[in-house]
């Protein structure tokens, strides 16, 4: 027994997990990866009129070759307006939650508009700002940020009902002022609950973004390249423009949730 072990204690040793072999994750990972391409592979042998509905990954991916920059450019142009929209509505989001939470202490029932504001799907408000901004760049990011802007005020009013931590009560205890405590708790114990809101929030930017294009039309984007490969019959295109942006809004979930689990052991 080395000094190290004889200080831990003999339930923590005997409770702790062995790591998981290398190996055997890796060999997880091709299994998942090939069955992956299995299942993408069977779902694209349906046809109509001799035409897939999906197309396979070999094609997929030779369409993704052939399109070149044009297909990242339009990847750019949805992830531009879902960043912009993201934006202000955090800003508008964070806002409006604090606001429902001052309200709320006096008046509980009122933290109901929040929860019919959710039930409400964010591209149905496009044809509202459609009518206010007509068939503009405005509305598209208006539709994105209104949005974005309910799930951000749920994430703050969250926060804000959240019990007391163990460094407010003893602030409090300490005779801190009311100042004094959100000062030195606030945003950082908050900070897990508000990056949960902001990952969900960036999801539902990015479809949001792909759905207004699609439906309001716009000169670039995802969304618009999807419209114009389905009229076209292109199904490898139109295949590649949904896997792309697939791919690439996973890669920024992954990167988001790495945040929040920083954050998660920061505030531990």
Same mark, same amino acid.
């Given at each position: 027994?080395?000094?190290?072990?004889?200080?831990?204690?003999?339930?923590?040793?005997?409770?702790?997990?062995?790591?998981a072999?290398?190996?055997?994750?890796? =060999?997880?990972?091709?299994?998942?990866?090939?069955?992956?391409?299995?299942?993408? =592979?069977?779902?694209?042998?349906?046809?109509?009129? /001799?035409?897939?509905?999906?197309?396979?990954?070999?094609?997929?991916?030779t369409?993704?070759?052939?399109? /070149? +920059?044009?297909? =990242?450019? &339009?990847?750019?142009?949805?992830?531009?307006?879902?960043?912009?929209?993201?934006?202000?509505?955090?800003?508008?989001?964070?806002?409006?939650?604090? +606001?429902?939470?001052a309200?709320?202490?006096?008046?509980?029932?009122?933290?109901?508009?929040?929860? *019919?504001?959710?039930?409400?799907?964010?591209?149905?408000?496009?044809?509202?700002?459609?009518?206010?901004?007509g068939?503009?760049?405005?509305?598209?990011?208006?539709?994105?940020?209104? /949005?974005?802007?309910?799930?951000?005020?749920?994430?703050?009013?969250?926060?804000?009902?959240?019990?007391?931590?163990?460094?407010?009560e003893?602030?409090?205890?300490?005779?801190?002022?009311? =100042?004094r405590?959100?000062?030195?708790t606030?945003?950082?114990?908050?900070?897990?609950?508000?990056? *949960?809101?902001?990952?969900?929030?960036?999801a539902?930017?990015?479809?949001?973004?792909?759905?207004?294009?699609?439906?309001?039309g716009?000169?670039?984007?995802?969304?618009?390249?999807?419209?114009?490969?389905?009229?076209?019959? &292109?199904?490898?295109?139109?295949?590649?423009?949904?896997?792309?942006?697939?791919?690439?809004?996973?890669?920024?979930?992954?990167?988001?949730?790495?945040?929040?689990?920083?954050?998660?052991?920061?505030?531990?």
């Amino acid at each position: 027994m080395t000094p190290a072990d004889a200080g831990t204690p003999l339930a923590e040793t005997a409770a702790a997990p062995p790591p998981a072999p290398r190996k055997a994750r890796a =060999w997880s990972t091709l299994l998942a990866l090939a069955g992956v391409v299995l299942f993408w =592979w069977l779902a694209s042998l349906p046809s109509v009129g /001799g035409r897939p509905l999906i197309a396979g990954p070999l094609s997929t991916f030779t369409a993704l070759r052939e399109a /070149g +920059a044009t297909l =990242w450019l &339009d990847l750019l142009a949805t992830f531009g307006r879902a960043a912009v929209g993201l934006a202000l509505g955090t800003l508008a989001g964070v806002v409006a939650g604090l +606001a429902v939470a001052a309200v709320a202490r006096a008046a509980p029932a009122f933290e109901a508009v929040l929860d *019919v504001a959710r039930s409400i799907p964010p591209v149905v408000w496009l044809p509202i700002f459609l009518l206010g901004l007509g068939y503009s760049e405005s509305a598209r990011v208006a539709t994105i940020a209104a /949005g974005v802007a309910v799930i951000m005020a749920v994430a703050v009013t969250t926060a804000v009902r959240a019990p007391r931590s163990v460094r407010a009560e003893m602030l409090l205890v300490a005779g801190a002022g009311w =100042w004094r405590r959100l000062a030195w708790t606030q945003p950082w114990e908050s900070l897990p609950a508000l990056l *949960v809101g902001l990952r969900v929030s960036t999801a539902m930017a990015i479809v949001v973004a792909t759905v207004t294009e699609m439906v309001a039309g716009a000169p670039h984007g995802v969304g618009a390249r999807i419209v114009s490969a389905q009229v076209a019959g &292109d199904t490898p295109q139109l295949t590649a423009a949904i896997v792309l942006v697939g791919l690439a809004g996973w890669a920024l979930g992954l990167l988001l949730r790495a945040a929040e689990r920083a954050a998660a052991a920061s505030v531990g």
